[in-house]
Each structure stands twice: as C-alpha cells, then as structure tokens.
C-alpha cells in the first residue's frame, strides 16, 4: 500500500533529448509527489514537487504530469544536459503517525551524453 | 543557504560495536527525520522525531536502533550493536513544518556511509 514503483531503473539520453522518468502509487492517501535529484557523494535534493490537485507542474526544463484516476505521475527533463546526469527519485507523501512521511522510489540512474 | 550536516562522512566499524551517526539540522526546523540508502537501492524510511519523541517508525528501526537530541541542536542516531546488513548511507532530514507540508520539503545532509565490517 505504501509502495511508490519507479521505472525505468536507468536512462541513457543524448544530450537536448527529452528524459521521461514515471511512477506509480498506491495509497489513495497520498497528497503530495515531490520529486528528488541526487548526485554522487550528496543527499537527495527536492527538485519539484506536486499537489494531486494539479495535473501539471512546470518549472524551468522540468515538468511533473499527475493523472490521479491511474494513480501516475511522472517527470520529463526538456533539452537535458550533461549536468542533469544524476539518480532522480520520486516520492509521495501522506501523514503517518503525526508525520508526513515521503516513501521513496527505488529510483532512476540518468546519464545524458553530451 | 543554511543547510543539514552530518558526521562522520565515512564510518567504520566491526560487527557487533555501537556506532553513533550525527546530525544537526537546520536550526529552526522542528521535525527531524532519519532515512538510510543501501547501496544502489531506493531510501527507506528509518525514523521521524518530533518534539523529543519520535513520532513514526518503519519495520527497520528495531531495537537496536535509537535517536536522541541530547542538546536542542544535535541528532543523533545509534545503532547499539551493528550487524553487515546496516551498513549503508545514512541520511538525516529536517523539514520546518508539518503543516502545509508541501510547503517545507524534507532538507537532507550528504549522508554518514556506514561500513560494517
């Protein structure tokens, strides 16, 4: 119920293609999807987040799609670049026992050649 | 811009020692969290603090696992006697509100490797 599936497990983009990462939940009771990018050596980092309320959110590149009756969401990274190249993980979250408690993606490894 | 620091970087240890993990979050947040990363694998939830206690905790947080804030700025996360299967990364989160939470992202440090030997 908890489970938050992440696909696919690594991405190869030529550089200005368009990266497509995609996620699926369960728990109806989730209400918030951020998404997180990490490089080597460093914690996740909250790049964009969405309220299932919206259906699309978009910040610079980066754009989260939310279709909430097929319970997906997923993130497109317009004209990526060699800088993008980083593990992105998506998230949702929902109050368990006093906290918001984001449960993770297993993740998504995104290399894009230059 | 302020940000979450943990330490050691890198950690050391044998099976079966205690290790003490610590962090110091960002100073005027109030909920402190603890996610750990096995190498390669997706971050699993260990624990949430709120109020000096903790507030939520996953099947992996056992026993063996507790969090303290000894000094109204430091988190610390012990395993008492470490076993192969912890080592990981070890994150630590602090957010500064619970409500709107959407409008205070869990801020994370870069993480303590735990290797257990």
């Known amino acids: 119920q908890q489970q938050v599936k992440q696909s696919p497990q690594s991405l190869i983009v030529q550089k200005g293609g368009i990266s497509i990462i995609n996620c699926a939940y369960e728990n109806t009771a989730f209400d918030y999807f951020p998404w997180y990018q990490q490089f080597p050596g460093k914690g996740p980092a909250l790049l964009i987040a969405i309220r299932p309320d919206v259906s699309e959110k978009k910040e610079g590149r980066f754009t989260i799609s939310f279709n909430k009756s097929a319970k997906q969401f997923s993130l497109h990274i317009m004209d990526s670049q060699p800088g993008d190249s980083a593990t992105y993980f998506c998230a949702a979250s929902a109050l368990s026992g006093g906290s918001y408690i984001p449960t993770f993606g297993r993740g998504t490894s995104l290399i894009v050649h230059p | 811009e302020p940000e979450v620091t943990q330490t050691p970087s890198h950690q050391v240890t044998q099976m079966g020692q205690e290790v003490i993990l610590r962090c110091v979050p960002i100073?005027?947040?109030?909920?402190f969290y603890w996610y750990r990363q096995i190498l390669g694998q997706k971050v699993e939830f260990l624990v949430s603090?709120?109020?000096?206690?903790?507030?939520?905790k996953s099947e992996i947080f056992d026993d063996q696992f507790s969090v303290e804030r000894p000094d109204g700025s430091n988190f610390t996360l012990k395993i008492r006697s470490t076993k192969l299967e912890d080592s990981a990364m070890y994150f630590c989160a602090s957010t500064r509100q619970l409500e709107p939470h959407y409008n205070s992202p869990l801020h994370f440090g870069n993480g303590t490797r735990l290797t257990v030997t």
């Open positions: 603090f709120y109020n000096n206690e903790i507030s939520e």
């Open positions: 100073s005027n947040h109030l909920y």
